[in-house]
């Protein structure tokens, strides 16, 4: 009779308590989402920015020299402005990886995912202020010739604009390597992320920090370590598409609660 009594109360039990694994998988769920999201946002954006800025845009400057780079710019107007806005279009990806690493790094630690986040679009902002300089050197130089009068002043304003897009930027990148050793705190704490991975990625921001002040104390003359030490933040990129779909995100509160005997 005992037995017959507590058989049953013991399986409405057992049913009542929502299975580990199961609750383990549901929260897997969002940040496998937004590890798609994010990783090919992040991809994306560095084919934009390559394309954007390394061959549209700083392949018509020449530094100190405000006529060539403005005859560049004339005679190459409409892969400028096209440089201009695949450039607008990394400040929304830039929206968009930050929002998407938030999910994937929420479970470690909701604040500082936030706080990370929230660095990102400081960073994406600032970078729109900057990307609004080229485009008054752009409508300087958009005509199909410069009045012989003013041509000089013109082009040095139009290289003005110019110089402050790259002094803005180089601001900017602080804040951007920055967030990336946020980041790389996250992926080594979260249990789901290669700790080499987060380690490549603190080394990635220490390469854009380390570089942004040398550009300020240099004067502009400086080799850049970020074209080597970037590759951390790829690697991250690639990361999350290909293996970001397989992140199991661990609930140790489950583990560590042992069901209590039944009543």
Same mark, same amino acid.
């Given at each position: #009779?005992?037995?017959?009594?507590?058989?049953?109360?013991?399986?409405?039990?057992?049913? &009542?308590? *929502?299975?580990?694994?199961?609750?383990?998988? &549901?929260?897997?769920?969002?940040?496998?989402?937004?590890?798609?999201?994010?990783?090919?946002? !992040?991809?994306?954006?560095?084919?934009?920015?390559? =394309?954007?800025?390394?061959?549209?845009?700083?392949?018509?400057?020449?530094?100190?020299?405000?006529?060539?780079?403005?005859?560049?710019? #004339?005679?190459?107007?409409?892969?400028?402005?096209?440089?201009?806005?695949?450039?607008?279009?990394?400040?929304?990806?830039?929206?968009?990886?930050?929002? $998407?690493?938030?999910?994937?790094?929420?479970?470690?630690?909701? *604040?500082?995912?936030?706080?990370?986040?929230?660095?990102?679009?400081?960073?994406?902002?600032?970078?729109?202020?900057?990307?609004?300089? !080229?485009?008054?050197?752009?409508?300087?130089?958009?005509?199909?010739?410069? *009045?012989?009068?003013?041509?000089?002043?013109?082009?040095?304003?139009?290289?003005? &604009?110019?110089?402050? =897009?790259?002094?803005?930027?180089?601001?900017?990148?602080?804040?951007?390597?920055?967030?990336?050793?946020?980041?790389?705190?996250?992926? %080594?704490?979260?249990?789901?992320?290669?700790?080499?991975?987060?380690?490549?990625?603190?080394?990635?921001?220490?390469?854009?920090?380390?570089?942004?002040? $040398?550009?300020?104390?240099?004067?502009?003359? %400086?080799?850049?370590?970020?074209?080597?030490?970037?590759?951390?933040?790829?690697?991250?990129?690639?990361?999350?598409?290909?293996?970001?779909?397989?992140?199991?995100?661990?609930? *140790?509160?489950?583990?560590?609660?042992?069901?209590?005997?039944?009543?």
């Amino acid at each position: #009779m005992t037995h017959h009594t507590a058989g049953p109360a013991a399986r409405r039990h057992a049913n &009542d308590a *929502p299975p580990s694994f199961q609750q383990g998988t &549901d929260a897997s769920r969002p940040v496998r989402k937004a590890s798609l999201i994010a990783g090919v946002a !992040l991809l994306l954006m560095s084919a934009l920015a390559g =394309f954007g800025y390394d061959f549209a845009i700083h392949g018509r400057i020449t530094r100190g020299n405000a006529a060539r780079t403005a005859q560049d710019i #004339m005679a190459h107007q409409g892969l400028f402005r096209v440089g201009i806005a695949s450039l607008f279009l990394v400040i929304v990806l830039d929206v968009v990886a930050a929002l $998407g690493l938030y999910w994937v790094f929420r479970p470690v630690s909701k *604040p500082i995912s936030a706080v990370a986040a929230g660095m990102r679009i400081v960073y994406a902002g600032i970078f729109a202020v900057a990307v609004f300089q !080229l485009t008054g050197a752009a409508r300087l130089l958009g005509g199909a010739s410069l *009045p012989a009068s003013g041509a000089a002043r013109v082009q040095a304003q139009a290289l003005s &604009d110019i110089n402050r =897009f790259t002094d803005i930027w180089d601001a900017g990148l602080i804040v951007f390597g920055l967030y990336l050793l946020v980041i790389a705190w996250l992926a %080594w704490r979260s249990g789901y992320v290669p700790r080499l991975l987060g380690v490549l990625v603190a080394i990635a921001g220490l390469g854009y920090i380390y570089d942004s002040i $040398g550009q300020f104390v240099s004067g502009g003359s %400086w080799t850049q370590v970020s074209t080597v030490t970037f590759i951390g933040e790829f690697l991250l990129a690639l990361w999350l598409v290909i293996w970001g779909r397989r992140i199991t995100v661990s609930q *140790p509160a489950l583990r560590a609660e042992p069901a209590g005997p039944a009543r």
